[in-house]
């Protein structure tokens, strides 16, 4: 009888809990637990993206002759753009640059001054700690994507110092446009993840310093071909998984707006590699396993920029013009131009994520089963213009700041290996070391 009661009165208990729950929220200021502990999840998830998952898909690309190359430079770019970041990047990024903020943020923050244990953002619910790592992550993988336009010919010294000016004069920037409250985000263009800020950017960048180094010695006429496609698609996996992190740790909370960017992310990634693989097995008579994996991350990029802002059937439709698209941009268009985009970075990431920054401003429309238009934005006309003023600023300030910097560090240190050099490879070369023992 008294265990009867009991169960009553816990059930009673329980239901009234469920009643008055949803009516409770969280006081400005508080720190959701659910909301950070998904967010230090998801930053561990970007993190994983570069290294190892980015590193082993470049890797795998590249002669054997230049493996630990591409890994060094992978691991070495995460080192200095997190010393870089806290140094100075996180404060030109985020902080408000009163008069100058549309452009660039201010230097209260530089060394992470005023970032405790307790300090919050305004209208977030994560620490700020965490919010600035994760954060942090994107800073790490966007310079490390434009490595594979240049592999296996530029110096390291030139790599690390291109890089370090690069995140303070490109990157730190543009992040401040979309995302700090600059210039850009009050035209509404919508970038929930990082359509224009990194896979423009690192694309159009890595597309500008394959031209100035030049091709690489052999090209096109010497075959170089992968030297071990069993670590790209290993790579390719783990940016996949890692990849929800990107986007949908970028609601910044655990709700329903982060479960549909997971969602549209899985549907767009999925359809961008079959469209990649059947335009490739109709073109060249067999499907490829690079082909495939090189169609995911086609995939994930387009969706990049959409992912907080459409639906299943945006994704659906994103996921199939990146992949074809992106197939003919890394094959067709590259051959007739002749640039030597070692791995693609050009063909991928900045095709890819012009495709899905403009389609963000058709498949956003309610209509269309999307979240809706940026603030300002009325129409589905305001809204691709806005997109174009995004895709078309990022080409061109990135374009002609990293001509610039490179230019600058070519007087002064040399962009490119020698030709022993390259013909020993860079593992050798550049670091005494070999990938494998023979």
Not at 211 to 220: Q, T
Not at 293 to 314: D, K
């Amino acid at each position: 009888m008294y265990s009867d009661n009991r169960n009553i009165g816990m059930r009673t208990l329980s239901t009234l809990m469920l009643v008055l729950l949803p009516s409770v929220t969280l006081a400005e200021g508080q720190i959701d637990s659910g909301d950070t502990a998904w967010m230090l999840t998801a930053t561990a998830l970007v993190l994983f993206m570069t290294i190892p998952g980015l590193a082993l898909f470049y890797a795998g690309m590249v002669r054997s002759k230049n493996v630990l190359s591409v890994l060094m430079q992978c691991f070495a770019i995460t080192g200095l753009m997190t010393v870089l970041w806290m140094f100075w990047g996180y404060s030109l990024a985020f902080e408000d640059g009163g008069a100058m903020n549309a452009f660039v943020g201010g230097l209260d923050k530089l060394f992470l001054a005023g970032v405790g244990v307790d300090s919050i953002i305004s209208g977030q619910t994560i620490p700020e700690t965490v919010f600035m790592t994760f954060q942090m992550t994107f800073a790490i993988i966007t310079p490390a994507l434009i490595v594979g336009a240049f592999a296996e010919r530029m110096k390291f010294s030139a790599l690390l110092w291109f890089m370090g000016f690069w995140l303070t004069f490109v990157y730190a920037p543009i992040c401040h446009w979309v995302w700090g409250g600059g210039w850009l985000s009050d035209w509404g263009v919508l970038d929930f993840a990082g359509g224009t800020v990194v896979h423009i950017n690192a694309g159009i960048a890595g597309l500008v310093a394959a031209l100035m180094l030049g091709k690489r010695k052999g090209f096109p006429n010497t075959a170089m071909p992968p030297h071990n496609l069993t670590l790209t698609v290993i790579g390719a996996s783990m940016l996949w998984v890692g990849w929800f992190g990107f986007n949908a740790g970028s609601e910044l909370a655990a709700d329903s707006t982060a479960g549909m960017a997971m969602a549209v992310t899985q549907i767009a990634t999925a359809t961008a590699a079959l469209g990649w693989m059947f335009s490739e097995w109709i073109s060249h008579g067999k499907p490829s396993v690079l082909g495939i994996a090189s169609g995911a991350v086609a995939g994930l990029v387009a969706i990049t920029p959409a992912s907080g802002s459409v639906g299943p059937m945006g994704a659906l439709a994103i996921g199939i013009v990146a992949g074809i698209l992106c197939f003919f941009s890394a094959t067709r268009i590259k051959r007739v131009f002749g640039y030597d985009d070692s791995l693609d970075v050009f063909g991928v990431h900045a095709v890819g994520g012009i495709i899905g920054a403009l389609l963000t401003g058709i498949f956003c429309a309610e209509i269309f089963g999307g979240a809706g238009f940026g603030e300002g934005n009325t129409t589905l006309g305001d809204q691709l213009v806005a997109q174009s003023i995004g895709v078309v600023v990022t080409l061109v300030y990135t374009a002609i700041a990293s001509f610039v910097i490179l230019k600058i560090l070519d007087v002064v240190l040399g962009l490119r290996v020698d030709e022993e050099q390259e013909t020993e490879g860079l593992d050798i070369a550049l670091h005494d070391e070999r990938g494998y023992i023979i």
